[in-house]
């Protein structure tokens, strides 16, 4: 199950596998996001686009921002 919406400046998106949260201001975005792996709040390019190029897929994208992060590469969820 996911339940997102991409309205004005708040986004949200609650699936099976956690919730996230996006502010987009002029000048910066944030993006909050609760999984099973963790908690992340981050800033992120005024425009970023990382949760809908993934699909809306909660754990895809922990796995991009940990390699973003320059992190240990995440195993895949289960």
Same mark, same amino acid.
């Given at each position: 199950?996911?339940?997102?919406?991409?309205?004005?400046?708040?986004?949200?998106?609650?699936?099976?596998?956690?919730?996230?949260?996006?502010? !987009?201001?002029?000048?910066?975005?944030?993006?909050?996001?609760?999984?099973?792996?963790?908690?992340? #709040? @981050? %800033?992120?390019?005024? *425009? !970023?686009?990382?949760?809908?190029?993934?699909?809306?897929?909660?754990?895809?994208?922990?796995?991009? #921002? @940990? %390699?973003?992060?320059? *992190?240990?590469?995440?195993?895949?969820?289960?």
């Amino acid at each position: 199950m996911k339940i997102y919406s991409e309205r004005l400046f708040l986004k949200y998106l609650f699936s099976n596998h956690g919730l996230c949260f996006g502010v !987009d201001l002029k000048s910066r975005s944030y993006l909050f996001l609760v999984s099973k792996r963790g908690v992340v #709040l @981050e %800033r992120r390019p005024v *425009g !970023d686009k990382v949760v809908e190029n993934l699909d809306y897929e909660i754990p895809a994208i922990v796995r991009a #921002l @940990e %390699r973003e992060r320059g *992190g240990i590469p995440a195993p895949p969820d289960r």
